[in-house]
Each structure stands twice: as C-alpha cells, then as structure tokens.
C-alpha cells in the first residue's frame, strides 16, 4: 500500500512538470507575502538569464506588485525597464457561487 501511494505522489508530481510552459516560468504571482520575498523571485529570475519576468497580481495585491516593480528597477537591476502593463478584469466564483469581478494587472519587466 506505502508503494502504490508513493507511484501516486510521484505522478501527480511529474505531470504537472511536463505541462509547465516557459512562458509561466518567468512569471511571479504577488500574493500576500513580503514585498522583498517577491523582488528576491525576480532578481533570482533575471540572475538565471531570464530575458523578462512577468509578474501578476489581483485585487487589492495590485499595488504591492507595482511595488515589486519598483524596487527591482530603483534598487537592485537599474538595466531593468517595464516592457508592458496590462490591466483587465477577472470575474470569479465565489464560495457561494456568485460571480464577482476583480482587477488585475500584469507587468512584464525587460533587461
């Protein structure tokens, strides 16, 4: 039985490594952690030779992505420039199954 569970782990893990995208690997997603968490993701990104990191954000987290931004371009990578942002607006279910809008944005940084 300890087995079996183990094949199972091992392919749940697997599968998703095989449909990530390069697209979505240079992506950050801004959630509720510390904005220095998230400036440390994108410096990482572009020391690994990333050409651009995109990063994501929703809601009220919008602010703490252009944020991230910021610090990155003032701080840490002067040779960093904002290529593109895009604004939109996501609608999701709620728990009660209610569907409800919310902004987004989307920021692609250039070397």
Do not use: C, H, W
């Amino acid at each position: 039985m300890t087995e079996e569970t183990a094949e199972k782990t091992e392919t749940a893990i697997e599968k998703p490594e095989a449909t990530t995208e390069k697209k979505d690997e240079n992506t950050v997603f801004v959630g509720k952690k510390g904005v220095m968490g998230y400036v440390l993701a994108v410096v990482t990104q572009f020391n690994n030779g990333a050409d651009s990191v995109v990063l994501k954000a929703r809601g009220k987290l919008i602010s703490r992505a252009v944020d991230v931004a910021e610090i990155v371009r003032n701080r840490f990578l002067m040779d960093v420039q904002v290529k593109d942002i895009l604004i939109k607006t996501e609608e999701l279910a709620s728990e009660d199954g209610s569907m409800s809008k919310v902004s987004a944005i989307e920021i692609s940084l250039t070397k």
